[in-house]
Each structure stands twice: as C-alpha cells, then as structure tokens.
C-alpha cells in the first residue's frame, strides 16, 4: 500500500535553532514529493517539491528538503526558526499513477 | 491560496439537509480536487476531476456528489447519506504535478 508517515505530531523548537520536521514514505517507483505548510483556517500552501536531481530542495520562506532514497525519507528543515513558521505542516508524495497521498501532519511550534 | 476561491468560509447545517460547497478558480487549470480535513487524519480525498464533464471517485466519496460542467468550477454537494460530514473542506486544483488550494469551507451539522 502506498503511503506517507509523518512521525512526530508536534514538534517544538526554539526560535533560532534549526529544525526538522521528519517525512517518510513507501511508495512503488520514483514518487514525487511535497511539503505543504497550513496556516489556522486556512488551506495548505505549497513549500516545495522534489520531482528529480539534486537530493536537496530550496522551497519558500527559507525551508528546504532533503531526499534520501534509501531511506525513502524526505525531511523538512530550515536553519534558523522563526516564531512565524508555528505551523501545520503536511508531507505528501504523488505516485504519478495514483492520487497524491498526504501524512497526518506535523504541529511546529516555535517558541521565542 | 492563489486563484482559487470557496465560499462560504463558514457553513452550518442542519441534520437532514443537502448543502453545497462552491470552488472556482482562475488559474486555467485542468484537474480539480475536493478534500476532507479532520483532526490528526491529514486530508483524504473525496472526489477529482481532470477534465470538464469527468470526475472520479476518492477514497470516500460515500455521501458526497460532484460536477464538472465548466472548467473553473467543481462545485461539492454535502448530502444528507453523509453521516459525519462535519469537518474542514478544501478544493485543489492543479498542472501537471503540483496542487493548489483554496482556503478552505468549514462544515457544521447542527
């Protein structure tokens, strides 16, 4: 079956510090792989993407992702947290034949 | 959320009752999504579209209808057969690879 696990359901930092927010994945072929981030009452917006090539994706607001298919994993990170990046964030992954499939979400807080 | 718009933001229901959630977008694109958000369960799709005048089921689209008769709009109707449709809604649309979302309508059943 094909599917996407988001390990942590929260995940606490403090602003300044880097953070991860942890993605894997178990899906047949080469996937494509998201990251969305979802704001109180809002819809999701899009982050990134990682579709082929450098292992390492630069996404909005200063988040990037790393892709490591061995470990079929695609964590979220960014150097240096903000206050403002308290957030839902979704990992997803879209099989190419099949629907895009999204994890539980992960609840970051960044606290000052 | 781009060019893609719901309304209402807010929608109370009562028991019994079909309602209907609108999406439109301007964003020319072909395929269109309806989700359903709860709690802890991320988003599981109820229906999509990749062109006018088809759509296909998701994993639970027991309860829910949709249509496609013009590109910019996938209107979804709550019907009465839904048993627990109180939760947050959000249509996508999408170009090839990457989905787009609207901001969503929140649902209460009364």
């Known amino acids: 079956a094909q599917s996407v696990a988001q390990p942590e359901d929260q995940v606490n930092v403090a602003e300044g510090n880097p953070l991860t927010v942890k993605c894997t994945y178990s899906?047949?072929?080469?996937?494509?792989l998201f990251w969305y981030v979802q704001y109180p009452n809002r819809g999701l917006q899009f982050l990134l993407k990682?579709?082929?090539?450098?292992?390492l994706v630069k996404g909005s607001y200063g988040f990037e992702a790393e892709f490591n298919k061995s470990q079929t994993s695609f964590h979220l990170k960014k150097p240096s947290a903000l206050v403002s990046d308290s957030a839902l964030y979704f990992c997803?992954?879209?099989?190419?034949?099949?629907?895009?499939?999204f994890g539980a979400g992960t609840r970051l807080t960044v606290k000052p | 959320d781009g060019g893609i718009t719901q309304s209402p933001k807010y929608l109370f229901r009562k028991e019994g009752q079909n309602v209907t959630l609108s999406c439109e977008q301007n964003?020319?694109?072909?395929?269109m999504y309806w989700y359903r958000q709860d709690p802890g369960q991320g988003l599981r799709l109820i229906y999509y579209?990749?062109?006018?005048?088809?759509?296909q089921k998701g994993d639970i689209a027991e309860g829910y209808s949709v249509s496609r008769e013009k590109k910019e709009s996938f209107p979804l109707t709550v019907t009465s057969a839904q048993k627990n449709p109180t939760a947050f809604y959000l249509c996508?649309?999408?170009?090839?690879?990457?989905?787009?979302f609207g901001p969503g309508t929140r649902l209460t059943v009364l």
């Open positions: 996508a649309s999408s170009i090839r690879d990457t989905q787009y």
């Open positions: 899906v047949s072929g080469n996937p494509y």
């Open positions: 990682y579709i082929t090539g450098d292992n």
């Open positions: 997803a992954v879209f099989p190419r034949n099949n629907d895009m499939r």
């Open positions: 964003l020319n694109h072909d395929a």
């Open positions: 579209s990749q062109i006018v005048n088809d759509f």
